[in-house]
């Protein structure tokens, strides 16, 4: 199965994948993988898709799936569960449990600290980024300074054409972030024209991270937008399946 395994030097019982696209049983312009049970794909290809991915990586259980809003909230799970929690964040210290964070350009981010002996999956859109999503994440483990990140695949800082009220909201909470968005230029532009600039969803998320003690940050540098045939995009395709980034302590 076509995985993407995070480069990051994470402790050897901290486990962690990203999916792709490719293989699954989906079909349409849900082709391949899709783990997305609320897209409008067929329930029964998801759950094999679901059951496939489970078996192909060696999970301990069936992963953890949320309800993703948008939101700050970030969940505890101490035991496997096929509930569908709402958050947008989960987090654990139990062996076994498997993290989950689903994407279709939206930021994934994985976490553990150095010992080991704490997980989570984050999944950073835009909004929950500015709202501090992953902030709320970290605040999850006792010693933030030992927390280490990884960034998976995203919509890119090429493509993500954003207005100046995303701008505007980011650089309300940090000035700073102004260094994550590059104004895009038009030749037909006028002075009554809205701005437009290009996103970068990586440096946003890291600018984050740093300011709350986070400081080891490693990314995957995958863009979900370009990469037509690996990845699901939603900016690109509209309606679309699901990857999903996973995380657990063996």
């Known amino acids: 199965m076509d995985v993407i395994i995070p480069n990051w030097p994470a402790p050897k019982q901290v486990k962690a994948i990203s999916s792709t696209r490719i293989d699954g049983v ?3 312009v849900y082709q391949g993988l899709n783990l997305g049970a609320h897209v409008g794909d ?13 078996q192909a990586m ?6 953890v799936w949320l309800n993703q809003t948008h939101s700050t909230h970030v969940v505890e799970v101490n035991q496997p569960t096929a509930t569908v929690l709402d958050a947008d964040a989960c987090t654990t210290q139990q062996k076994g449990v498997v993290c989950s964070a689903m994407t279709a350009d939206c930021l994934p981010v994985l976490l553990t600290n150095i010992e080991g002996t704490q997980v989570a999956a984050v999944h950073a859109g835009w909004r929950g980024l500015a709202d501090g999503i992953i902030e709320q994440a970290v605040k999850k483990f006792e ?3 030992t927390v280490m990140a990884w960034l998976g695949p995203a919509i890119g800082a090429s493509v993500f054409e954003v207005g100046q009220d995303v701008v505007d909201i980011f650089v309300a909470v940090d000035p700073d972030a102004k260094d994550g968005f590059n104004l895009l230029s038009s030749k ?3 002075e009554t024209s809205a701005k437009k600039y290009l996103a970068d ?13 986070v400081t080891q940050v490693y990314y995957s540098n995958r863009c979900t937008v370009s990469e037509h045939d690996t990845f699901y ?3 690109r395709d509209g309606v679309t399946g699901r990857q999903a980034s996973f995380i657990w302590i063996e």
Do not use: C, F, W
């Open 26 to 28: 989906s079909k349409g």
């Open 42 to 54: 067929d329930a029964k290809r998801v759950r094999q898709n679901r059951k496939l991915l489970t």
């Open 58 to 63: 060696q999970m301990p259980n069936p992963p």
């Open 143 to 145: 010693h933030p300074e």
């Open 188 to 190: 037909v532009a006028s």
């Open 201 to 213: 969803m990586n440096k946003l998320a890291t600018q984050r991270l740093n300011r709350i003690g």
């Open 233 to 235: 995009s939603y900016r």
